[in-house]
Structures are given as C-alpha cells and as structure tokens.
C-alpha cells in the first residue's frame, strides 16, 4: 500500500474513525414454520447486556481486519465497500466479538457493526435493515436486526414468503423488566448448526402443523408479551417454556435431541428440578437461558452450578440483564480536522 492512496481514502472519510457496539441477542423461538398465511418464519427473542461485538473502523486504502473473528470482518467488510460504493477501505479492529455459533446472534451483529461503521466512516446513510440485506444476513428472523435497532423484548412477523431477501420487520417491541436476570449456560467445547447444514437442516425438518403455528402465536400474543407487560415472571417462563420445548421438538431430528448440547441439557434438567420453569436454548445453541425473577436468585443459582459442574472445563456460566436500548455508534472527530492535525 503506497502512502499517496492511503492519504486520497482518507480525505474521502468524513469522520477519523467510528466505534460501533452491538449488543447479543437470545432467539427464544420460531413461531410460524408452516407458513401458510404468506409469511414463515416469525421470532421472538430479546437483546441482552454483558456480550456484545464491538469494532472500531479508521481509513485506509484496503479492507484489513485485526482481532477476534477478523477473517469473518473482512469478508462483511468487502462486501459493504462493493455494495455501497465505498471510495476507499477500511482498517478494522475487532476489539471484542460474540462467540461464533453458539446461538446469540454473532454472524448478523458483526455483519451490522462492520456495516454501520464503515458506512458512517465514508458518510453514507444505510440503516440496519439495508446492511443486512446487503450481507444476506437476517435471512429467517429479524431479531439480531431489532436488537441492533432498538434492544428490548422483540416479536418479528416473519419473511413475506414472496420478498426476495428481505428481513422480517418487528411487530412488537417491550422492556425487559430491570430487575429480571437471565442465567446463560455456554458449551466451550460445541457449536450450534451453521451455514450449509443450517440449510439442509431446514430442508429435511418435517412439516409444520398450522394448527401449532397458530398456538405458539397465541402463547406469545396473549400470555408472553401481557405477562412481561405486568413483570409476571411466572406466567411469561410457562409461555417461554411451552414455546421452547414445542420448537425443540420439532428440531430434535437434526440436532440430536430438543438440546443441541448433551452438557447443557443436564444443567437445563438440573434447573428445571430447582424449580424453574423458564429456560430453554437460544437458536440452534449450544447456548442454554434461563430467566429469573431478581439478582439475588440469579446469583444464588450462579454459585450452585459452579459448585456442582467445578470439574467440567466444557461448561460456563453468566447472569446477564435484558439489554433494552440498541447498538452505539461513536464517530471521532471530522475527517478534516485529523487533516489540520497532520498538518500541525
């Protein structure tokens, strides 16, 4: 890279450099796998504090990326600059990235925060939804977009079965009751379904009732959303709980049971016996949730499973919050005053 290109993209930035934050999301179910009113799919999920992707994005000449999932980065990053026009390149730095494949969201937040941050470093105004669009990302639930968006407890619609590419929109959107912790329970060692076999597992899943569909919309519409409306936790978890073991029934042919991951269904198991009625796994998994009523509980549980499960190097737990405000987007000072410093 010579300097004189280097300099000519620089001067085509507006701003020095962007900060973008992107919060993980828990996929808590499909609602629609029959599709027969025009629209499949359809979500609910919800953004959650404590695990998030975070990437700082400076001029350059070409696309480089450094850091956790920098590969993954780049390749968002070329296809942004293609899609966009993008003068020039971006310098990435992935200072903190969601775990890959483990159920929260990781593929589309890096997607939006690589996105959003070398369209606003370049002055282009491309919102969430055009960027997924772009990447191929949101291509079954809109979630990870609305959580990026807006952060909260999120219902999407599902995707027009006649809309080429694009994302679902979100029909719904509430607050996460603050003093509500969500107890996360990771697999080190396994990762959720992917890419090519996330495809075939799709294609080879058998059909979906429409009567279940219809049922797991009434669960969402007239027990879990007024429930979190009245911070009801007990009547919000049975509705989780009847949506998670319905759907990973459904897809326990192709990921080898309700759980993707053995180690985290013993826990899901011990949880269940403790009493808790709202848990389950987020998208494909390995990653297990469980939802609790305060801080105090949730720590109480934490400390429990660490005794029980000290000799297991696969398994990790967390207590996180719901997230209920969406990405940061953080621009440096004007492109030309980094000229002027230069200059001084």
């Given amino acids: ?20 934050t992107v919060p993980a999301r828990l996929h808590l179910g499909f609602l629609d796998l029959e599709g027969g009113l025009g629209r499949r799919f359809g979500s609910i999920g919800l953004a959650v504090d404590g695990i998030e992707t975070r990437i700082k994005a400076e001029p350059s000449a070409a696309i480089t990326a450094t850091g956790p999932s920098a590969e993954r980065a780049a390749a968002f990053g070329r296809e942004i600059v293609a899609a966009v026009g993008v003068p020039g390149g971006a310098k990435l730095t992935v200072i903190e990235a969601i775990p890959e494949h483990a159920g929260l969201g990781s593929g589309t937040q890096l997607g939006l925060a690589v996105g959003t941050a070398i369209a606003r470093l370049y002055g282009f105004d491309v919102g969430a939804r055009a960027i997924a669009m772009m990447l191929g990302r949101g291509a079954r639930s ?58 075939d597992a799709f294609r080879t899943l058998p059909p979906f009732a429409p009567e279940t569909a219809a049922h797991l919309c009434r669960l969402v519409l007239m027990s879990a959303l ?42 899901l198991a011990w949880l269940k016996a403790q009493g808790i009625v709202g848990l389950g796994q987020s998208s494909w998994g390995p990653t ?52 002027d410093r230069r200059r001084r």
């Fill in 288 to 339: 297990g949730f469980a939802f609790l009523g305060d801080a105090g509980a949730a720590e109480a549980i934490l400390g429990q499973a660490r005794r029980k499960w000290a000799g297991d190097d696969r398994l990790r737990f967390m207590i996180c919050r719901g997230r209920n405000e969406g990405g940061r987007v953080v621009a440096g000072y004007p492109a030309a005053a980094a000229s």
């Fill in 142 to 199: 809109g979630i990870g977009i609305g959580a990026f968006e807006q952060g909260g407890m999120l219902v999407d619609g599902g995707r027009r079965t006649d809309a080429d590419g694009e994302p679902a929109p979100i029909v719904s959107r509430m607050e996460f009751p603050s003093p509500w912790r969500v107890f996360l329970i990771f697999d080190e060692q396994a990762q959720g379904l992917h890419g090519a076999a996330e495809t």
């Fill in 1 to 20: 890279m010579n300097s004189g290109s280097q300099d000519r993209s620089r001067r085509r930035a507006t701003v020095s450099s962007v900060e973008v």
């Fill in 226 to 267: 007024p429930a979190l409306a009245e911070a009801d936790l007990a009547r919000f978890s049975a509705a989780i709980a009847e949506i998670q073991d319905t759907i990973g029934d459904h897809f326990a042919p192709v990921q080898g049971g309700r759980y993707a991951s053995p180690q985290v269904a013993e826990v």
